[in-house]
């Protein structure tokens, strides 16, 4: 497991310099479900965050751009009784999701990774897509990055790659608009990935896992 987390570790941090910048950190340039997912991440981190430290600090500092951003937004909705950016649909989710994830493994190819390196990058600009939209993706900071690559972890067992790609796309619409998801797609992928753990003798790891913040978690089986 430790040579596991060390190649999440190395695949991170190909991605950040994968990553080219487009505009920055500006939050007033995203839409409001945007902004909330970056907010609900920058709370997980904060959680997990050393009080006092500087990344402690950062995510604060980080957080309340945002939340001053999207107060702001309600003020002005307030005052003219008009939104101004609406949820973004099922499809719009898939489509941002698909694209982040293409555009990871475009770009994992080019570096000449082999396809599993590229499918672990493509899952985590899959969901970096839907956060800050494609080729967006350097508005992230880093700990939130990292935060997202958790998430990522049961499509690495969901079987074949395009399975995995199929499974992160539903499961980032279940995370908004369950109604719409194939859930059953995505449970399969959690369970896939603890037999896999139970089998590997990762039990320690998983049991970590389970203590973490995630999304997922809701959907582990029981025992």
Excluded at 77 to 99: C, F, M, Q, Y
Excluded at 123 to 130: H, Q
Excluded at 178 to 192: F, K, N
Excluded at 193 to 218: A, Y
């Amino acid at each position: 497991m430790e040579g596991f987390l060390l190649v999440g570790v190395i695949i991170f941090v190909v991605v950040v310099f994968l990553i080219l910048s487009k505009f920055g950190k500006d939050p007033s340039r995203k839409t409001n479900a945007m902004l909330e997912r970056e907010l609900d991440l920058h709370d997980r981190v904060i959680a997990n965050s050393d009080v006092g430290s500087s990344s402690y600090f950062r995510q604060l500092e980080a957080r309340k751009r945002v939340s001053d951003e999207l107060e702001r937004r309600s003020a002005a909705e307030r005052k003219s009784g008009v939104s101004e950016n609406s949820e973004l649909t099922d499809g719009e989710i898939r489509k941002l999701v698909t694209a982040g994830y293409e555009e990871g493994w475009r770009r994992s190819k080019l570096k000449q990774k082999d396809d599993e390196d590229a499918h672990e990058t493509a899952l985590l600009s899959g969901l970096l897509g839907r956060i800050s939209g494609p080729n967006e993706w350097s508005s992230i900071p880093h700990e939130i990055a990292q935060a997202i690559m958790m998430e990522t972890l049961p499509f690495k067992f969901s079987g074949t790659h395009a399975e995995g790609r199929l499974a992160l796309i539903e499961y980032a619409v279940w995370r908004e608009v369950p109604s719409e998801a194939d859930a059953a797609l995505v449970q399969r992928s959690v369970t896939a990935m603890v037999e896999h753990m139970k089998n590997s003798g990762d039990t320690d790891f998983l049991l970590s896992v389970k203590k973490m913040p995630l999304p997922w978690i809701k959907l582990l089986p029981e025992g």
